[in-house]
């Protein structure tokens, strides 16, 4: 199975940061106005960065007034933020049409759709980035709104005992990394020839069984149980150790 751009569109404009907009639109012919804007904005930030683009080259691509701009952004940086904003809330309810009830299961297809909507949306990583140097409010709130979430779900994937008890907070930020870093690398368009069933099987294994080899796992977990694990050259070494006391 090769990485494809089938990410279905999701209106996000009620979800969208107040202060963001100038104002919610009233009629639907409103709301795809800004829409519009909203995509011209992001189509404009990730192809010449925040700095390079200037509010009359996001109402030109959408094919608008200038004045037409205001009516639904204070300015620049308030479209940046509705866009990541957007991003947020698109990718959020992508992710959420697995209805496999088993946390690693889920951690499986999550992995793949992420991986489908970034290449879907390649330019949102470099959205994302920039907006670290542009407003790390803006950059934080994305990424924190999604640990939010997905920590409640580990929590309450523990207390299943479906996955290992934890700080589910690290546990989720952990996952944000592996999945945001994979889709950085892989949403590349000299990239998307790669096999994602490959991809997905050597990451899910990592997140289920993690780096240490079988024959590794029990004795360091013996072992550094009791404060010793930083004195194991090897698993035979563990395991003599570990007889020894």
């Given at each position: 199975m090769l990485l494809t751009t089938n990410m279905t569109s999701v209106s996000c404009l009620s979800m969208t940061s107040r202060n963001a907009l100038a104002s919610k639109p009233k009629?639907?012919?409103?709301?795809?106005?800004?829409?519009?804007?909203?995509?011209?904005?992001?189509?404009c930030f990730?192809?010449?960065?925040?700095?390079?683009?200037?509010?009359?080259?996001?109402a030109q691509t959408a094919g608008m007034a200038l004045g037409t701009f205001y009516l639904y952004f204070p300015d620049k940086l308030g479209?940046?933020?509705a866009v990541v904003d957007a991003i947020q809330v698109e990718l959020r309810a992508y992710l959420r049409r697995s209805?496999?009830?088993?946390r690693l299961s889920r951690e499986r297809q999550g992995l793949r759709d992420f991986l489908s909507?970034?290449?879907?949306?390649?330019?949102?990583?470099?959205?994302?980035?920039?907006?670290?140097?542009?407003?790390?409010d803006i950059y934080f709130s994305y990424f924190e709104g999604i640990a939010t979430s997905y920590s409640k779900r580990l929590k309450?994937?523990?207390?299943k005992g479906e996955i290992a008890k934890g700080d589910a907070d690290i546990q989720a930020w952990c996952l944000i990394a592996i999945s945001n870093f994979l889709g950085m690398r892989y949403s590349r368009l000299n990239a998307r020839k790669v096999?994602?069933?490959?991809?997905?099987?050597?990451?899910?294994?990592?997140?289920?069984?993690?780096?240490a080899s079988p024959e590794y796992v029990e004795p360091i977990r013996q072992v550094g149980a009791q404060?010793?694990?930083?004195?194991?050259?090897?698993?035979?070494?563990?395991k003599s150790k570990s007889r020894a006391r």
């Open positions: 009629t639907p012919r409103g709301v795809r106005t800004q829409e519009a804007l909203l995509r011209a904005a992001e189509e990730s192809q010449r960065g925040f700095h390079a683009v200037s509010v009359g080259d996001i479209v940046f933020r209805d496999d009830e088993n909507f970034a290449c879907d949306r390649p330019g949102m990583f470099r959205i994302l980035q920039e907006s670290y140097v542009v407003d790390q309450a994937a523990q207390s096999d994602v069933d490959a991809i997905v099987a050597t990451a899910a294994d990592l997140i289920i069984h993690g780096l404060g010793q694990r930083q004195k194991i050259k090897s698993p035979k070494d563990a």
